[in-house]
């Protein structure tokens, strides 16, 4: 939660967070499949109950550059949940909602479905799984879903199986859209889908990828992208 406090003070338009389905049919916001990376416990999200990831410090392993030592460490914080985040989340801010295995298309749709973000445009979810973004289309028409891409996949067969399926846009790692976006932009607009991208944080290129009209992307600066999108 602090990392998206955060984001919102440095003037992200949106969040971007990842789910995964517990062992007691709850939504756990990590990207991770198990605690062992980013906490001080370990185990597979999908083998615990909430309260077992809830009882594991989520600040234990991170350190801003120039930290010394772990600062985060011992604060309290800890794993939340998808309800939690939309329980907090400001009336101006987006919602990204990466799915991380089919299983839990069923439950993020529920947890989403009266949720202001979900009617006034603010929220989108996407998935690297081609049965998850159908699973949520199925389920809910009118959200804005979208079609994650792996490094190196093709973009234009891609856009045209996702603006088939119902889908909002895709969303390729941001090297694939190459030095001249422009075509690939095009036969978006021709599909009528958006193009996000991740994960930029070279201001020019910020700038160049905004002025060809692309509709988002991720960064780990949301600051710099603030002031580089400003300017």
């Known amino acids: 939660m602090a990392s998206f406090r955060l984001a919102a003070e440095m003037g992200a338009d949106a ?23 980013t906490t001080d416990r370990t185990g597979r999200v999908a083998d615990l109950a909430m309260d077992a990831i809830r009882a594991a410090d989520a600040g234990a392993t991170f350190a801003r550059e120039g930290d010394a030592g772990l600062p985060f460490a011992g ?14 989340l400001p009336e101006r801010l987006g919602l990204v909602i990466e799915i991380k295995d089919r299983a839990a298309a069923d ?14 445009g603010r929220l989108s979810i996407i998935s690297f799984h081609e049965a998850a973004i159908d699973r949520v289309h199925e389920l809910h028409p009118a959200l804005r879903s979208g079609y994650l891409l792996v490094p190196g996949q093709p973009i234009e067969p891609a856009l045209t199986w996702a603006a088939e399926r119902g889908h909002a846009g895709v969303h390729p790692w941001e090297g694939d859209l190459g030095a001249d976006p422009l075509p690939v932009l095009a036969a978006a607009t021709l599909l009528g889908m958006e193009v996000g991208c991740y994960v930029v ?4 290129r910020i700038r160049f990828l905004a002025d060809c009209g692309l509709w988002g992307f991720v960064t780990d600066v949301p600051d710099v992208a603030r002031a580089a999108l400003d300017a």
């Open 15 to 37: 969040i971007e967070l990842d789910v995964h389905l517990t062992a007691d049919g709850q939504l756990a916001v990590i990207h991770d499949e198990t605690l062992d990376r």
């Open 75 to 88: 604060q309290g914080l800890r794993v939340p949940t998808l309800p939690e985040v939309l329980a907090w």
């Open 107 to 120: 439950a993020v749709v529920e947890a989403v479905r009266d949720h202001p973000a979900a009617t006034d």
């Open 201 to 204: 944080n070279d201001p020019e």
